[in-house]
């Protein structure tokens, strides 16, 4: 990582993981393969702070360490890319695996608790898809039937919730990513 910290896949350490790498990675990392509209590509990083702001539109009783458990739901893509769920699939426990012990020492390292509980877990996944369809819609050139069949329909949500889809610099997206954390508490 460009903070120097080396990190095991296979048995990651809390003490390897740095916020700043987290942010640095995931605003690189395209949404969609990087096939979306605009100057920019959709980075993971935008993805998470759009996710976040979804559930914290639909769960307002959440508490700030709730919104970081959203915040970070897509974290252990700063080191193994975002895979398209069909690939995911194709790649089945090991790939699953990973992610999931890569998840859990990003967790302990910001004082999470190391398994999501159900019901977050769930709220996320629901905010999760409900920011797939408007940015397949709004980015990636899905029409409307065709998210829907795939991502459900979701409820209109507010235009400070919708800003999250403008694509930002990779630099505006670290810098938002790493001050939303900021605010949230993470330390």
Same mark, same amino acid.
């Given at each position: 990582?460009?903070? /120097?910290?080396?990190?095991?896949? =296979?048995?990651?350490?809390?003490?390897? $993981?740095?916020?700043?790498?987290?942010?640095?990675?995931?605003?690189? +990392?395209?949404?969609?393969?990087?096939? !979306? $509209?605009?100057?920019?590509?959709?980075?993971?990083?935008?993805?998470? *702070?759009?996710?976040?702001?979804?559930? /914290?539109?639909?769960?307002?009783?959440?508490?700030?360490?709730?919104?970081?458990?959203?915040?970070?739901?897509?974290?252990?893509?700063? +080191?193994?890319?975002?895979? $398209?769920?069909?690939?995911?699939? +194709?790649?089945?426990?090991?790939?699953?695996?990973?992610?999931?012990?890569?998840? !859990?020492?990003?967790?302990?390292?910001?004082?999470?608790?190391?398994?999501?509980?159900? !019901?977050? %877990?769930?709220? !996320?996944?629901?905010?999760?898809?409900?920011?797939?369809?408007?940015?397949?819609?709004?980015?990636?050139?899905?029409?409307?039937?065709?998210? =829907?069949?795939?991502? /459900?329909?979701?409820?209109?949500?507010?235009?400070?919730?919708?800003?999250?889809?403008?694509? *930002?610099?990779?630099?505006? %997206?670290?810098?938002?990513?790493? %001050?939303?954390?900021?605010?949230?508490? /993470?330390?």
């Amino acid at each position: 990582m460009l903070s /120097g910290r080396r990190l095991d896949l =296979l048995d990651p350490s809390p003490l390897d $993981i740095e916020i700043d790498d987290i942010a640095h990675g995931l605003a690189r +990392v395209a949404r969609w393969n990087g096939q !979306t $509209i605009g100057a920019h590509s959709f980075s993971v990083a935008q993805h998470c *702070l759009l996710v976040e702001a979804i559930a /914290g539109h639909l769960n307002p009783d959440w508490s700030d360490a709730w919104r970081l458990v959203a915040l970070l739901h897509d974290a252990p893509e700063y +080191v193994i890319g975002d895979m $398209i769920s069909p690939f995911k699939v +194709v790649m089945g426990d090991a790939y699953k695996s990973v992610e999931l012990r890569l998840l !859990t020492a990003i967790h302990l390292r910001f004082g999470l608790p190391a398994t999501t509980p159900e !019901t977050l %877990a769930r709220k !996320t996944k629901d905010a999760d898809k409900i920011s797939a369809f408007f940015e397949a819609t709004e980015l990636a050139g899905f029409d409307r039937a065709e998210a =829907l069949k795939f991502f /459900g329909r979701p409820q209109p949500l507010p235009p400070a919730v919708m800003d999250w889809l403008k694509p *930002l610099s990779t630099e505006q %997206a670290q810098d938002r990513f790493v %001050a939303r954390f900021r605010e949230l508490g /993470g330390r």
